[in-house]
């Protein structure tokens, strides 16, 4: 009985590609959409974790993210850094100077900036650019910079042309005098947070940023444990609340976790269209087993009247749209696969961000989903072939 079965899934052979056709594009779509999903969630992930137990400390009303742009906003006392250190559950203080550089080398960037960094002491809690270097050397004297690899990730789609050795005029402070800056190298550390900026010495970030010698742009907080960082990040505002220079303590990692639940109607959202592709799929299984079933009327009463049950007439129908859904659940792993390696084929000649993550679960997922749906749309052709009356097919009814 499994051998004829599954015969009977080709016998008629067009229809039969469209059905695998059908589960294979739910299931294809289920790949590149879960795949697309674990890769952004992957990114996101690592973020959060290089993120994570850690606090930005910029004067009262200053961005949380304004190191990014070189806009923290008003400067703060390099003092403030030692005294963050002596506080109870702090494991380390680092200070910088930041300023924003704005140039033409950096094309549709210019407009908001690209943040430069200059960092005081203890690189590591920045993730050591100087010892990431892709391409170039690490910064050595006054005016040289290193670029994070992000921020080229723009100039494969924007008109611009930035490169190693080029020198770039930025603006100082407020003045209408300029400084010339080097780029003397690319540096990537694998923390997004990071790679979007530009890193110097102190001196040369105090020099743009016209700072003086007694003032920072802020201090990156790193806390000895990741659970207290919320408490912690309030001690640090309220010892400062009475100070000439209040200092706003934010925590990065909260920012993120507050988007965890926009990227869990992302994925839903995906999950969704998924969802609807496969059950087309299992519908197209559906019409072409309720036509199979119709078409083979007389079959069935002739197999019932030599002795085949409703349950035998079932089973049959069944294993031919399971056939069906497994032959297409196998296209669309396939199909789907190529698809998701292709976009990030594509993504890449813009980015060398992964966009794409491949994991089993993806593929249980996929091949599930197109195996059960098209495994539901056998079920009501296979109780209409076991409601064929034997006596009425064999008169000809």
């Known amino acids: 009985m499994f051998k004829f079965a599954i015969l009977s899934a080709f016998r008629r052979k067009t229809v039969s590609v469209l059905a ?73 203080a680092a200070s910088f100077v930041s300023a924003p550089v704005r140039s033409d080398k950096f094309g549709p960037l210019r407009s908001f900036g690209v943040g430069l960094t200059g960092v005081i002491v203890d690189g590591e809690i920045f993730g050591n650019p100087n010892q990431n270097i892709v391409e170039g050397r690490s910064f050595e004297n006054d005016n040289e ?20 050795g080029d020198k770039i005029a930025v603006p100082i402070g407020s003045t209408r005098e300029t400084l010339d800056l080097e780029l003397v190298g690319i540096f990537k550390t694998g923390e997004p947070t990071n790679d979007n900026g530009l890193f110097a010495n102190e001196k040369t970030a105090r020099d743009l940023a016209d700072l003086k010698e007694n003032q920072i742009s802020g201090i990156l907080v790193r806390v000895s444990n990741p659970e207290e960082v919320n408490d912690i990040a309030n001690s640090i505002e309220e010892f400062f609340k009475e100070s ?15 988007l965890s639940s926009f990227l869990d109607v992302f994925n839903l959202f995906l999950l969704s269209i998924s ?20 078409e083979r009327r007389q079959e069935f009463g002739i197999l019932k009247a030599g ?14 749209s399971l056939t069906l859904s497994i032959l297409g659940a196998g296209f669309g792993l396939l199909v789907g696969s190529g698809a998701a390696l292709g976009l990030q084929k594509l993504a890449g000649a813009v980015s060398d961000r992964q966009f794409i993550a491949f994991t089993w679960d993806i593929f249980a997922w996929a091949a599930g989903v197109g195996i059960v749906t098209g495994l539901l749309g056998g079920i009501i052709p296979a109780v209409s072939a076991a409601r064929v009356s034997p006596i009425k097919t064999l008169r000809g009814e």
């Open 20 to 92: 695998i056709i059908g589960v294979g594009l739910g299931s294809g779509l289920l790949v590149v959409l879960l795949s697309l999903s674990g890769g952004i969630e992957s990114r996101f992930n690592t973020t959060f974790q290089s993120l994570s137990g850690t606090i930005s400390v910029s004067s009262e009303g200053g961005s949380l993210f304004g190191r990014f742009l070189g806009t923290t906003g008003d400067p703060i006392p390099k003092s403030y850094a030692d005294k963050i250190e002596g506080l109870e559950g702090i494991d380390s």
């Open 244 to 258: 000439d220079s209040p200092v706003s303590a934010s925590v990065p990692a909260n920012i993120f976790e507050s």
């Open 145 to 164: 910079v290193i670029a994070g690899s992000e921020i080229f990730d723009v100039s494969r789609f924007a008109d611009f042309d930035l490169k190693v």
């Open 307 to 320: 002795g085949w049950s409703n349950r035998n007439v079932i089973v049959s129908v069944v294993i031919t």
């Open 275 to 294: 969802l609807v592709a496969a059950a087309a799929g299992g519908t197209a299984v559906m019409v072409v087993m309720l036509l199979t079933v119709f």
